[in-house]
């Protein structure tokens, strides 16, 4: 079925090192890629997105690539600060008779220790 | 533009009890779907509905149910509570539902069952 995995499940990093997160999907159909951050306390938010024309995509110091052949697709925060601490989600767009639903990925607490 | 604004935010049941919680999406927007997150599982995926009718839906028992209003207001019902149904709940609401479409989300109820 279905199926979106995502690792690590927890992440600490040293202020102004760089984070990597990866998920995988198995729906080869899926063609949009969206990751929401989650502060604590608060609603999931869209931080950036892909979709499958697109191998790579970079907003400041946020950057998603995509590899549609390995059904692998990787969050990547540059320079983190603490202000990055929060819960990340990755997902998948599957499509089901004509319409769509996401899976998500199970999370990653990430920490960035000043 | 009014967010996604789910009510109420905090709801504490006894075992066996039902529940009702609303979601109210941005205007405009006909889809929303709901999701539990629990710590460990994520984002899980319990129904979409789009104009009125239930287009997708996960992998959850009957218990969960959900229904959508002609001005697009859904909301999602429980019955006969478990305490394993504590988590929080959140809605999210897209323009159509359709692919490549951003899903905002709500705050979340948090729904303790003791």
């Known amino acids: 079925g279905e199926n979106v995995e995502q690792h690590p499940s927890t992440l600490s990093v040293q202020e102004g090192d760089s984070a990597v997160i990866k998920c995988t999907y198995s729906?080869?159909?899926?063609?949009?890629f969206p990751w929401y951050k989650q502060e604590l306390g608060k609603r999931p938010q869209l931080i950036i997105d892909?979709?499958?024309?697109?191998g790579e995509k970079k907003d400041q110091r946020i950057a998603v690539t995509l590899n549609k052949t390995a059904k692998h697709f990787s969050l990547h925060i540059t320079e983190t600060q603490p202000e990055d601490s929060a819960v990340y989600f990755c997902a998948a767009q599957y499509s089901l008779s004509g319409t769509y639903k996401y899976i998500f990925g199970t999370g990653t607490r990430l920490k960035v220790l000043a | 533009k009014a967010g996604v604004t789910q009510t109420p935010r905090y709801l504490i049941k006894t075992r066996g009890q039902q529940v009702t919680l609303s979601c109210s999406p941005i205007?405009?927007?006909?889809?929303v779907s709901w999701y539990q997150q629990t710590p460990g599982q994520g984002l899980q995926f319990l129904f979409e509905?789009?104009?009125?009718?239930?287009?997708n839906k996960g992998n959850f028992p009957g218990r969960f149910s959900g229904r959508q209003f002609s001005n697009s207001r859904s909301e999602m019902n429980v019955s006969t509570l478990e305490l394993g149904d504590s988590a929080l709940y959140l809605c999210a609401s897209s323009h159509t539902g359709a692919r490549d479409t951003e899903a905002f989300f709500g705050q979340g109820t948090r729904l303790t069952v003791v």
């Open positions: 729906d080869s159909a899926s063609n949009y």
């Open positions: 509905y789009f104009s009125e009718t239930q287009r």
């Open positions: 892909i979709r499958s024309n697109v």
């Open positions: 205007s405009g927007h006909r889809s």
